[in-house]
């Protein structure tokens, strides 16, 4: 089987673009790949936190993640900080990483504009996010299209670890879905929907109140020209609604713009389509945060079947480095 690793840090709401872009496919994958899904908690402290809201926010994102189907009897979920080997590996891999790499990050220059503490961490992040998806033997990682360049990275710095130590790590590849990649906010379409948008009117978080999501659908914005087309360039927001409409039915967006003369009832079902794939995840979403003990519990198998693999390939790594061994 594969092996499949992906990471999603507990910052947050999850909005239906981490579901469409990211975590469907993870439920997809933990059936036919031995799948590793990491809340990855440390790169959360990337940009300043309170005391507690990490540890917080990390359980709170866990419980989420199974309510959209992960199964821990088949896929292994665990919380980065719970395998040190995610931290140490980061450090390894940042001294094969330059700092010309690290720079050319888009989401590092997007992130560091927002803020006015720019901390190391947020500059050395991709070393980590490379150490998480080596550290597995990782063939695919399962995201968004906005994570492709980490990827390309983590592929560079794994080659050339090898090249200059030897042969150690598996160079693995970013599967990125056809429909739902990239989701863009329903009021600023030329925008992917995120978290950290200016206001919440045009995201989609997957724990809110079903009725504010219908009334997100139909009032996003669109244009002015009437004609329901697939054209991103020129109509994001049509198309926009067309992909997220096809992410959940599993149709392709040109064969749905042909069913629609009019705006209206396009929103409208793409509305109905999205609060028939929340209304379980939110009923689950109840049920297991009546029993933290039990999500603990599950993390802490979680961590232990992550630490096996982990704490060899991180052995392996040394080992090519050739530090000295301690006797
Ligand atoms: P932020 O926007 O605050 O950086 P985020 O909403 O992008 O956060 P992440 O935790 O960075 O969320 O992403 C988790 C996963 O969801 C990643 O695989 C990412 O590619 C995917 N993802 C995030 N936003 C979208 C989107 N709008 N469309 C499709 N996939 C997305
Ligand atoms: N950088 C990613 C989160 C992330 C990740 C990973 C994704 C951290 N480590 C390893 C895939 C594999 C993000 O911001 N979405």
Redesign the pocket.
Known sequence: MPRVF?G??P??DL?L??L???VRNWVQDQHVADSFYCVVDLHALTVPKEPGEVGRSSLEMAQTLLACGLDPDVCTLFVQSHVREHSELAWLIQCVTSIGELRRMTQFKDKADKQDFVSAGLFTYPALQAADILLYDTDRVP?????RQHIELTRDVAERFNARYGNTFVIPEATVPRA????MDLQVPTD?????ADSDAGVVYLMEDLAATARKFKRAVTDSDGDVRFDPATKPGVSNLLSILGAVTDRSPEDLADEYTQYGPLKSDTADAVVEVLRPIQERFAELVEDPTGTGELLAIGAEKATAVASDVYRRAVDQVGLLPRV
């Open positions: 992906s999603i840090q910052t947050g909005h673009g981490n469409l872009g990211a995201v968004g299209e906005d994570q739902g990649a990239r989701v992917k929907m995120s978290k950290s």
